[in-house]
């Protein structure tokens, strides 16, 4: 049996250890983890035993990493230590080296931040690795077997391992393999044995001349003496250090083996018995008179005492000293030593993270010594001869929104048709047939085509059913977007009037329409805006991508019944802005400068006139003496020709008493209208030049001298215009008093480029617009 006596032997990392018994047989303790190669007969190359297995398909994506690991030394360095034990110890033949009888063990994984569990049962508390989240890489799917197992537990101790990786796990794995240093795998094995030890050595020594000597002093030679009379003699030698014992215990206190102090004991006792051996002779007791009661009962417990000390013997028999010289005996017996070993079970933990072959494993494979594939292997799982060809069609379509009843989709894969009926509550489908090789491959492509059909449409506008033009597929999965693809169209197009004055036009009428003849599309609508909607949106229906104009049409229907329609116009705007028809606006401001202690009340009648353009506007303004009405009010009138600006009035003022005075009628172009108890009339005249090319004509330029004059009253304004073109124009302004004294006089002169002056007299006129005829 393996015997742990010193001196160990540790040789070339190789620790060995002796037998009891045997000289020549020496056993090894195992080497670290590593792993195990097996040497190909056909290149004569080690090959180490492990094979990433890596694949892809529709099981997913991962890896299977599968090694053996022994703990086996090279039989060279076995042989170098053999012969180094035979040097040391100076051995008559070749020692036997062995490996250490194994007893039991198990050995684990630690790989990836994952470990093999410890064995189910009493004891075997959770292993593996940390619990990861659905967030975390696992790297580590499963390691087999999940518990620490047994390794072979004789020879080389072979272990074998199979690890499931996930995706990453398999590329951090393949990249330490090939590249790295060490892999990041932990190999830890648990092993027992059975082995000799060193338990106790216990040794007596005695000065035997003074043992002798003490012996001849304490005891006569024709006295009888019992054991426990020399028993004490014995115990006051080992006192007086006469006779000394030491003992040598390897075990701890309590160990398995029992205590020091009772091997002490034995020593006493077996140095007691050579001393009534060799100093004492046995003798029988000779008879004493009868003892009374309380001697017999003192003899008694003395007896019992002897009994349990002697182990029952020694009170029963008397000894007597025997004259002797210990010298004179053979020195064998002079001196007492006792030696014990005791077998113990002792448990050793080899472990380590294993070597990567990635330098030695890429050189083989360059030089073509080892195949790449016997290393790393790929699978792409998934035969197309097994698989099914199978295609989910979506429905992107807004059922309702467009009013779409169904979409029916029928799909070919090879000469097999299947329809799908898609809806609003099942707007999803999938169809499969058996797959279709062609050379080693599955036919991907499946045609389709659909079918739409549209909920309460009138035949008569617009089609009831779209069929959409013949399709692929050749994913598993494909989308049905009628919109995207071109099928149809629904156009939102928004008419809003937000900004519109709806004081003067209540409701706006917008009627749209669309038509495409060749799709026999023929659409009409009419929407109504009010101030609470004042948007309408048109769902427009359309087949034909190119063809998105639509006819509008427009009406202003106004408070004073006087409604303005734009006309009907073309447009492609999915926003149209309905605006204010005539956004320009003449103001002016009427401001009574009155002296209200003599006015009792102020009324001006303001008006614009626009003949050509049909514009009229009228307003009565009326001021009194409170503190509101006393206060500037604005007429405003909504131009179509921004450059006719002129405004009229009239005033009526009544006074306290009740006395009237008018204002005759009278034109402004200014911003403001000032009413004065001393007011007169007021008369604005614009003049333009004909309206003729200056150059055709050979003019150079135009003038019109323009005078009015009142004597009576004391009035006269007189100006002179010059016009060098048609675009030129002025403005005469004059004073009047009264209405049938308001008319003014003319005289227009034209200045040929070749000198001719022609003059014209006009005469008196009337009118608040003049157009100077060509001299």
């Known amino acids: 049996m393996l015997f742990l006596k010193t001196p160990y032997a540790l040789i070339e990392g190789v620790a060995v250890f002796g037998d009891h018994a045997d000289p020549l047989q020496y056993y090894?303790?195992?080497?670290?983890?590593?792993?195990?190669?097996?040497?190909?007969?056909?290149?004569?190359?080690?090959?180490?035993?492990?094979?990433?297995?890596?694949?892809?398909?529709?099981?997913?994506n991962?890896?299977?990493?599968?090694?053996?690991?022994?703990?086996?030394?090279?039989?060279?360095?076995?042989?170098?230590?053999?012969?180094?034990?035979?040097?040391i110890y100076r051995l008559d033949g070749a020692p036997r080296l062995a490996p250490v009888p194994l007893e039991d063990g198990t050995v684990r994984l630690i790989i990836l931040g994952q470990q093999s569990a410890a064995p189910p049962g009493p004891g075997g508390g959770g292993g593996g690795g940390g619990a990861t989240t659905d967030d975390e890489p696992r790297f580590v799917q499963k390691i087999d077997p999940p518990f620490a197992s047994?390794?072979?537990?004789?020879?080389?101790?072979?272990?074998?391992?199979?690890?499931q990786l996930d995706q990453s796990g398999v590329e951090l794995i393949e990249a330490s393999l090939l590249q790295g240093q060490i892999l990041p795998v932990g190999v830890v094995y648990a092993l027992d044995f059975f082995a000799l030890r060193p338990a106790f050595t216990v040794r007596v020594t005695a000065d035997w001349n003074r043992v002798q000597k003490h012996f001849d002093d304490s005891f006569g030679f024709d006295v009888l003496f019992s054991s426990v009379e020399i028993d004490k003699v014995v115990d006051q030698l080992i006192e007086?250090?006469?006779?000394?014992?030491?003992?040598?215990?390897?075990?701890?206190?309590?160990?398995?083996?029992?205590?020091?102090?009772?091997?002490?004991?034995?020593?006493?006792?077996?140095?007691k018995d050579m001393i009534l051996g060799t100093f004492f002779q046995p003798s029988i007791e000779p008879i004493k008179q009868e003892e009374d009661g309380w001697d017999k009962f003192t003899h008694t417990a003395e007896r019992l005492s002897l009994l349990a000390a002697t182990g029952g013997w020694g009170g029963a028999m008397k000894f007597h000293h025997v004259k002797r010289d210990i010298t004179r005996i053979d020195t064998k017996v002079a001196n007492l030593t006792m030696n014990e070993r005791v077998t113990v079970k002792r448990s050793i933990y080899p472990q380590a993270n294993l070597k990567s072959l990635g330098a030695t494993l890429r050189d083989l494979i360059e030089r073509g010594k080892i195949d790449r594939s016997l290393l790393v292997q790929e699978v792409t799982l998934g035969s197309a001869w097994f698989a099914s060809r199978q295609v989910t069609a979506h429905a992107l379509v807004n059922f309702d929104h467009d009013d779409v009843e169904a979409v029916t989709l029928t799909l070919s894969y090879g000469d097999q048709p299947q329809t799908l009926r898609l809806t609003k509550d099942t707007a999803s489908g999938a169809r499969q047939w058996n797959s279709i090789l062609v050379g080693n491959a599955m036919k991907r492509e499946v045609e389709y085509s659909y079918r739409i059909s549209f909920r309460d449409v009138d035949t008569a506008e617009r089609p009831g059913v779209v069929d959409s033009p013949q399709l692929v597929a050749r994913g598993d999965e494909f989308d049905l977007s009628p919109r995207g693809e071109g099928v149809y169209f629904v156009d939102e197009i928004t008419f809003g009037a937000d900004t519109l004055p709806w004081d003067r036009y209540p409701t706006v009428s917008v009627e749209a329409r669309y038509t495409d003849d060749e799709h026999r599309i023929?659409?009409?609508?009419?929407?109504?805006?009010?101030?609470?909607?004042?948007?309408?949106?048109?769902?427009?229906?359309?087949?034909?991508?190119?063809?998105?104009?639509?006819?509008?049409?427009?009406?202003?229907?106004?408070?004073?019944?006087?409604?303005?329609s734009l006309g009907w116009r073309s447009t492609d705007e999915e926003r149209l802005v309905i605006r204010d028809p005539r956004p320009a606006k003449r103001s002016v401001q009427v401001v009574p400068a009155v002296p209200w202690a003599l006015v009792a009340m102020v009324l001006v009648e303001v008006t614009y006139d626009d003949v050509a353009n049909d514009v009229h506007e009228r307003q009565t303004l009326s001021f009194m003496n409170t503190d509101t009405d006393r206060l500037p009010k604005t007429f405003s009138a909504n131009l179509v020709d921004p450059d006719q600006r002129f405004v009229g009035y009239s005033a009526t003022i009544l006074l306290s008493d009740n006395r009237i005075i008018t204002v005759p009628p009278s034109v402004t172009a200014g911003p403001a209208i000032f009413i004065r108890t001393d007011m007169i009339g007021h008369r604005v005249v614009a003049v333009r030049p004909p309206s003729v090319d200056f150059g055709v004509q050979g003019l150079l330029r135009v003038e019109a001298d323009l005078s009015f004059a009142d004597a009576d009253a004391g009035l006269s304004f007189a100006d002179t215009y010059t016009f060098f073109s048609?675009?030129?124009?002025?403005?005469?302004?004059?004073?009047?008093?009264?209405?049938?004294?308001n008319r003014y006089h003319c005289r227009v002169r034209g200045v040929h480029s070749n000198g001719l002056v022609q003059e014209r007299d006009l005469g008196m006129l009337d009118g608040d617009r003049l157009i100077l005829p060509v001299a």
Do not use: C
Request: glycine share 8%; net charge negative; no cysteine.
């Open 28 to 60: 090894y303790l195992p080497a670290m983890p590593r792993l195990r190669a097996v040497r190909d007969p056909a290149t004569g190359v080690d090959v180490p035993q492990v094979q990433l297995l890596k694949f892809r398909g529709g099981a997913g």
């Open 62 to 87: 991962g890896g299977f990493l599968t090694f053996e690991v022994d703990l086996a030394f090279d039989q060279t360095r076995l042989d170098n230590v053999a012969a180094e034990l035979r040097r």
């Open 150 to 163: 047994k390794p072979a537990l004789y020879g080389d101790n072979q272990a074998i391992f199979s690890v």
């Open 240 to 271: 007086d250090r006469v006779v000394t014992i030491d003992v040598d215990s390897f075990l701890p206190e309590g160990e398995e083996g029992g205590s020091w102090v009772g091997r002490r004991d034995q020593a006493v006792k077996d140095f």
């Open 522 to 564: 023929r659409l009409a609508e009419t929407f109504l805006l009010t101030k609470a909607s004042p948007e309408a949106t048109w769902r427009r229906f359309r087949l034909n991508p190119d063809l998105d104009t639509y006819q509008v049409n427009v009406t202003y229907l106004a408070a004073d019944h006087r409604d303005v």
């Open 726 to 741: 048609a675009k030129d124009s002025g403005v005469f302004e004059y004073d009047y008093v009264a209405a049938e004294r």
